[in-house]
């Protein structure tokens, strides 16, 4: 296995373990990782860049924080020179992976999955170079497959083996069905790795048996192995749950620069090294002494919080928007001032209300009795003033200016 190390010289050994440092960096499992050390001393020997495959499902093209961790990864191999090969699963999509689904998914139509695709690309564009990428539809090769074709593909899988998935199990244990389609997605998965002879192919953890089956099927068809390289999933802004739209605890990359700084400002502390390490372009030196002086108290969490949010922003909208995000939230939220620009909301009910009806009416609440707990808690303020009494009756006039929580201010146009 090591005989492309063993031809290296001492430069090209110093630059193997350097790229090696790199791509081990917040991986949860590199399988194996001794085969990813001989493909890039391949490289090095042939001058060959590897091929780097990230399969795409477009079904959900809004890209968050959570989504950039494999594109980050991505990105890394970029930079080295390598070759990006990314799948559009135009025919697989079609299909719908079962990974992680208690029932079978909705089978996509050819024009949402073309929507859905130009979605990503211009999204993954502000992580990784997209005019360097390879840009495959599987359907190119998966719709000439004929039927004899699919059986023997077929063939070279054992129905004991395709049960071994976690939500295959899961969904025979509590009686649910699978239909025999659904089988089929990890093969055309494994098959996409035959045809572009992919050295390592990326994924989050819950890929775990559709990558490995891209190795099975290589060695099936007589092609070198590739590389599952897992990237764990990120949890969100709750600390729990994975982050996910649906849950509200995202950092989406589309989002203004204030909102991204603020919202990093609620990660929680224990996340903080996960998320330097998995979803920010800081070498790894720097990942590792910013880990180190938080260990060592050197480090405030909330200093590395704010250096977090602002890497965070410099990355999606530069430098300058950067240093106006961190400004911004030093002036509202440590000093307690009251920002320059807010959303306006125009106020067409009465001159005369009680505050809970104004908040609810509004929509900063989407009940009175959590109005009424925000306003106990001291969370709530009129031009700069704390709410005390959730009984008062307000006069709304031109100009109001209503704070919830920390980050949230509201102007009030009165129509």
Not at 57 to 75: C, E, F, I, Q, Y
Not at 266 to 287: G, H, N, R, V
Request: charged share 30%; glycine share 6%.
């Amino acid at each position: 296995m090591n005989s492309n190390m063993d031809q290296l010289n001492e430069a090209q050994r110093t630059e193997v373990k350097r790229q090696m440092e790199i791509y081990q960096q917040g991986v949860q499992e590199i399988i194996p990782s001794e085969e990813l050390e001989n493909k890039i001393a391949k490289s090095l020997l042939e001058k060959k860049p590897l091929k780097i495959k990230l399969g795409l499902d477009p079904s959900a093209p809004d890209v968050h924080l959570g989504h950039t961790v494999v594109l980050n990864k991505m990105r890394q191999f970029q930079e080295n020179g390598h070759i990006i090969q990314l799948i559009i699963g135009d025919f697989t999509g079609k299909i719908g992976d079962p990974t992680g689904k208690s029932v079978a998914r909705k089978q996509l139509t050819d024009e949402e999955v073309k929507h859905n695709a130009k979605t990503y690309f211009e999204q993954f564009a502000k992580v990784i170079d997209m005019e360097k990428v390879e840009l495959h539809y599987n359907s190119k090769w998966l719709s000439k497959l004929n039927f004899e074709d699919v059986i023997q593909l077929a063939g070279k899988i054992t129905v004991a083996r395709l049960l071994e998935r976690d939500d295959f199990e899961e969904r025979i244990a509590f009686g649910k069905p699978i239909s025999l389609h659904e089988f089929f997605y990890p093969l055309m998965q494994g098959y996409d790795s035959v045809m572009l002879e992919c050295d390592i192919e990326l994924g989050g953890t819950d890929q775990h048996f559709n990558i490995l089956m891209g190795r099975h099927f290589q060695e099936k068809f007589g092609k070198e192995k590739q590389v599952a390289l897992l990237m764990p999933l990120l949890e969100g802004l709750d600390g729990v749950e994975k982050m996910s739209k649906s849950k509200k605890n995202y950092i989406g990359i589309d989002e203004s620069p204030q909102e991204m700084y603020g919202k990093a400002m609620s990660i929680p502390d224990e996340l903080m090294a996960k998320y330097f390490e998995l979803i920010t372009d800081l070498q790894p030196s720097e990942i590792q002494s910013i880990k180190e002086q938080l260990e060592n108290g050197i480090l405030h969490p909330r200093d590395a919080k704010m250096l977090l949010g602002k890497t965070i922003v410099r990355m999606y909208h530069g430098a300058e928007e950067a240093e106006k995000a961190e400004q911004h939230f030093i002036s509202v939220f440590q000093k307690g001032a009251i920002p320059d620009e807010m959303p306006e909301l125009n106020w067409q009910g009465e001159r005369e209300i009680s505050i809970i009806d104004f908040l609810v009416q509004l929509d900063l609440f989407q009940s009175k009795s959590e109005a009424r707990r925000m306003i106990s808690n001291r969370g709530v303020k009129l031009n700069g003033n704390t709410v005390e009494d959730p009984n008062i009756q307000l006069t709304v006039t031109e100009d109001l200016i209503v704070q919830v929580g920390k980050r949230k201010f509201v102007k009030i146009k009165k129509s």
